[in-house]
DNA sequence: TCTAGTATCTCGAAAAACAAGATATATGCG
DNA sequence: CGCATATATCTTGTTTTTCGAGATACTAGA
C-alpha cells in the first residue's frame, strides 16, 4: 500500500517559493480558510462517527473499541487494554459484548496460544475497511464527480500527506 | 459564516464534463486513492482524538461530551442528554466531573432559570474552536506551506464540501 | 525439567449509567 | 391574578461497567 506510486506529480519536498509576488495576504486568507474548514471537516466525522455509535447502539468504550478495530486491524486483548488504557478485565468482558453482538470474533493466535486475536466481522453494507455505511461512499463519489482529473490529483496528494501528519501527531502525544 | 466567499473559483455546480476524453480509468484510479486517502486521514483523526482522551484522562463519555461541546458550542444538559443519548441524571454527574475539572463551565439561561448552559472553558495552549494542541496547527501550517495557492484553493473548497457532506450524512443517520 | 515471564480470564469492590421521582421555573387559561 | 400543566435540572436507589488483584494456561530460557 505505502509504494504506491504518488498520485500527484509534483513532488512537495519544498515549498513552490518561486510564486511569492508578494501574495502573502492571499496565502493567509486560503490558511485560514482551510483551518476553518478542517475542522468543519473533522466536526463532521465527529458528528458522523457519533451517528455510528448511536445508530449501533454501543456504549462508548464499545463503540471506541470496534472503531479501533476497525481502524487498526485485529488485535489482541492486551493490545486492546494498552491502546485504551483500560484494564485488561474490563476488555475481557467488553471483548464478550461486542462478540455476543456479533461484531467481533476471537481467535487464536497460531503460533502463542495464550493469545488472542480479537477481529471486527464482516459487516454488509458497510465499507469493509471502516465499518461506515455505504452512503458516505456514494456521497463522496458524487461529491468528486464535480471536479477536474488535476483537482482529484491534488485533493488525494493532501489527503495522504494531511492523513500522515495526523497520526505522526497522535503517535507523538501518546507518550 | 457560510456567506464567506468560496474560496475555489469554479462553480462546482456540474461536472466538468469536458474533459472526458476516455480516461475514466484514471478517474477510477484517482477516486480509489482519494477512498483509500481519505481513509486514512479519517484514522488519523479518530487517533487524535483517542491521544486527546488519553492525554486529559476523561473517560470515553466524559470526552464525547467534551469535544461535542466544543464542537458544537455552548449547550444544555438536556441536549447534551439527547445528543449522547444518556439519562439527564447521568448528564448532570458528568458536567460535574467536567466543571470539577476546569474543563467547562456552567452558566444559567438569561431567559429561561431552569436552563443551564454548558460551556467548554479557554484552554491556553489549544486551538481555541477545537482544543487541540497546538502542534497540530503547526504541522498543518507547515504541510501547507508546500502548496501553492492555486492547489490550496481546491483543498479548501474540498474541505468545506466534504465537511458539509459528513455533517449531512450524520444527520440523516441520527433519526 | 524447572523457573520466570507473558497473556488472558475470573472475582469482589468502586465507579458510572439508568429509571423514576423531587424541586424549581415557565406558560397558558379562566 | 391564581392555578394547572409543562419543562429543565437535580437527587435517590438499582443495574451495568470498570478496576485491581489474583488464578490459569502457555512460552522461553537456564
Request: proline fraction near 6%.
Amino acid at each position: 500500500m505505502d509504494g504506491a506510486p504518488d498520485t500527484a506529480g509534483s513532488d512537495r519536498s519544498a515549498p513552490p517559493a518561486g510564486n511569492g509576488d508578494g501574495a502573502g495576504r492571499s496565502r493567509d486568507h486560503l490558511y485560514l480558510a482551510i483551518q476553518t474548514d478542517g475542522q468543519r471537516l473533522a466536526a463532521g466525522l465527529i458528528r458522523l462517527l457519533h451517528a455510528m455509535s448511536i445508530g449501533l447502539d454501543l456504549n462508548p468504550s464499545d463503540f471506541q473499541c470496534y472503531a479501533l478495530l476497525r481502524i487498526e486491524g485485529p488485535m489482541t486483548p492486551g493490545e486492546i487494554a494498552h491502546s485504551m488504557k483500560l484494564a485488561t478485565g474490563s476488555v475481557t468482558v467488553l471483548i464478550d459484548r461486542l462478540e455476543a453482538r456479533g461484531l467481533v470474533e476471537r481467535d487464536r493466535h497460531p503460533d502463542d496460544r495464550r493469545k488472542v486475536i480479537v477481529r471486527p466481522t464482516e459487516m454488509p453494507g458497510t465499507v469493509p475497511a471502516t465499518g461506515a455505511p455505504l452512503g458516505i461512499r456514494d456521497a463522496m463519489l458524487d461529491l468528486h464527480s464535480r471536479y477536474s482529473e488535476s483537482e482529484l490529483e491534488v485533493i488525494a496528494d493532501w489527503l495522504a500527506r494531511a492523513g500522515r501528519t495526523l497520526t505522526e501527531l497522535a503517535a507523538g502525544a501518546h507518550r
